[in-house]
């Protein structure tokens, strides 16, 4: 048990308990002031509503491709599959040409939609929240698509591939 004031709480430490969370792995892409295509991987995609269809994810607010996610109206989830750990740190790589050689199609407005990825939604963004050092920007769905792919989760700082718990007959629902 960890019990502190906010000020007291020990970022590190705050940061591992976060990892308890298992979460999929998406690359989040859009476009710079002059068109140039950027993307960022993140964990902290969430599905939020079914009606309307609502997705939040949340940024860092000193990223580099801040601005640009800041400023467009539209960026897509690109749920990557367990075969592509290496394009989740491609694109946790501050600086490097994220896109050299990476296999995209243009989705809606020319944002960039990674191949052979789990999945795919692409939304317009209708609200940006402030998130103490990081802005959390809800987006509406206008497309989606899924294929047959497994996805990568991330859990305790380490990627991990799922498979279904032993006493899984099917979800609630
Ligand atoms: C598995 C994983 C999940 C991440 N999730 C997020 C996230 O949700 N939000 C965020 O701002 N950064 C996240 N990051 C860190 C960014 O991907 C990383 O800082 C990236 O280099 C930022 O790119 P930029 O500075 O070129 O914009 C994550 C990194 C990894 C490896």
Redesign the pocket.
């Given at each position: 048990m960890h019990a502190a004031t906010p000020s007291a709480i020990d970022r590190r430490r705050l940061r591992d308990v976060f990892g308890t969370y298992i979460t999929g792995?998406a690359v989040i892409t859009t476009l710079d002031a002059e068109g140039r295509p950027?993307g960022?991987?993140?964990?902290?995609?969430s599905s939020v509503s079914l009606d309307p269809p609502l997705v939040l994810?949340?940024?860092?607010l000193?990223?580099?491709?801040?601005p640009a996610f800041s400023r467009h109206e539209r960026f897509v989830v690109n749920v990557l599959a367990k075969h592509q750990r290496e394009l989740?740190?491609r694109?946790?790589?501050?600086?490097?040409d994220?896109f050299a050689g990476v296999e995209c199609r243009p989705g809606i407005g020319g944002l960039p939609m990674l191949a052979d990825c789990c999945a795919h939604f692409e939304c317009r963004k209708v609200t940006t929240w402030p998130g103490g050092d990081?802005a959390v920007f809800l987006g509406l769905i206008e497309r989606f698509e899924r294929s047959a792919a497994e996805g990568l989760a991330?859990g305790g700082g380490r990627?991990l591939v799922t498979r279904a718990h032993a006493e899984a007959a099917g979800a609630p629902g």
């Open positions: 792995v950027c960022v991987t993140a964990n902290s995609f994810w949340s940024q860092a000193n990223a580099r491709s801040f989740s740190q694109f946790a790589t501050p600086g490097a994220k990081h991330f990627y």
